[in-house]
């Protein structure tokens, strides 16, 4: 009779694999390694992984569907609203990305150290998310511009925009985190991302257009309307 899977040992296998593959990649790790650094046997790990590749695309599949988790528990205010909607994607994307640097570099090492594997090409690395993501960003536009919820615009273009807005915040964390976690509240990001997509109103005029124009006041600090006494 085969003795039962540990979920904790599983857990932390995962846990412990997905940061070192994240750190040192597909090559630089070993189930060895993996084994001593959470201080069980070698055989310990096969118990649950029958190879390194199976605990490898065992780690992308978790983070994904962690990601994809945290996604659904942060509700949209107004799920009917495609800009509350984009919103909602982006601010989740961020936040997980963020706290999760090691799902990014995963996908990373499909499209490097397994380009040339078939279950890697199937799959699709980091290529294929921000193909994806921009395809989701583009269709989320496409419907708010129907709405009237924002201005007619070029939905491809918009899309590389934010899509390179998030992908750019998370290669400046994962480079130097020190530098960025003052800068680094998802909502306010988000927010700045999208503040050029609001339609603007126009201002009504308060002047008498048929007066003619009056030089602006000279402003004290410029020297524009300084004038030589010679």
């Not at 495609?82 to 994607?89: E, K, S, T, V």
Request: glycine letters at 6%.
């Amino acid at each position: 009779m085969s003795r039962p899977q540990r979920p904790e040992l599983r857990d932390l296998l995962l846990d412990t694999a997905s940061v070192e593959f994240a750190r040192l990649g597909l090559g630089g790790v070993s189930l060895t390694d993996i084994a001593a650094e959470i201080g069980v046997t070698k055989g310990a790990v096969y118990f649950h992984f029958s190879s390194k590749m199976e605990l490898f695309h065992a780690c992308l599949a978790r983070l994904e569907a962690q990601r994809q988790a945290h996604l659904d528990a942060l509700s949209p205010p107004d799920p009917k609203n495609p800009l509350d909607q984009l919103r909602h994607l982006l601010e989740a994307r961020l936040s997980f990305g963020l706290d999760h640097p090691e799902l990014r570099r995963l996908h990373w090492i499909l499209d490097t150290e397994l380009s040339l594997d078939l279950t890697g090409s199937l799959r699709g690395g980091i290529r294929a998310e921000h193909r994806r993501l921009r395809s989701d960003i583009r269709h989320l536009l496409h419907l708010a511009a129907r709405h009237g919820l924002i201005p007619p615009l070029d939905p491809a273009s918009e899309a590389f925009r934010l899509c390179a807005a998030l992908e750019g915040t998370l290669s400046l964390h994962q480079a130097s985190p020190e530098d960025l976690s003052v800068f680094l509240d998802p909502e306010t990001l988000v927010q700045s991302w999208l503040t050029p997509l609001k339609p603007r109103r126009r201002r009504s005029p308060t002047r008498n257009l048929a007066e003619p124009d009056s030089p602006p006041p000279a402003d004290p600090d410029s020297d524009t309307g300084f004038q030589p006494a010679f």
